[in-house]
């Protein structure tokens, strides 16, 4: 599993935990509807899930394993009201998901997202602990399958960077009700 760094990079959080000293990772908070933005919280502690994990297929480009127990954001390309619903629920409805990356927003993809494969033996998920009602931003993909570009105008130096998507653990059980360009993009 991976968390995006203030330098909009992705980190595998099965490395080592002498390398996330003083780290933040990139959430979502949504606590206060007068004040939701993307903000990087300080790493304080870790959560060890044994949980069957799920690979999912995310807009044909990515894949990505999650517990099977997690939540993810889903929207549509129609009323864009974005809510959190169980991974599970994708093995019998089909969904969309916003990709976009927090620091470069623009226009976010809607792409379809669904289960590829279920592996039902309890896997080890070293993840943080999130907040009440944030989502963690989660990169997709390696390097080599980023086309987001951004080029320095003084350098002409150019750096890719990461698609993301917002999910939650099964802990957090707030009802999670959200318009994507009025209350994420917008912020």
């Not at 206060?32 to 990087?40: L, S, T």
């Not at 993301?164 to 059980?173: A, K, Q, S, Y």
Request: net charge negative.
């Amino acid at each position: 599993m991976e968390i995006l760094l203030p330098e909009n990079k992705p980190f595998n959080l099965n490395q080592p935990t002498n390398k996330l000293i003083d780290s933040k990772m990139c959430v979502f908070d949504y606590a206060d509807k007068e004040d939701m933005d993307f903000y990087f919280k300080k790493i304080t502690t870790y959560i060890l899930y044994r949980y069957p994990t799920v690979e999912l297929n995310v807009g044909n480009k990515y894949s990505l394993e999650i517990p099977l127990n997690w939540r993810i954001m889903i929207t549509n390309d129609h009323d864009f009201i974005c809510q959190l619903v169980p991974v599970e629920e994708l093995l019998h409805f089909e969904h969309q998901t916003a990709i976009f990356n927090p620091f470069y927003i623009g226009i976010p993809k809607i792409v379809n997202i669904s289960i590829k494969s279920v592996n039902q033996t309890a896997i080890e998920h070293f993840v943080p602990k999130l907040p009440k009602k944030n989502l963690l931003v989660m990169p997709l993909g390696k390097s080599s399958d980023w086309d987001n570009r951004i080029v320095n105008p003084e350098t002409h130096e150019e750096s890719f960077y990461p698609d993301c998507i917002m999910l939650c653990d099964d802990i957090d059980t707030s009802k999670c009700e959200l318009e994507l360009y009025e209350d994420i993009i917008g912020n």
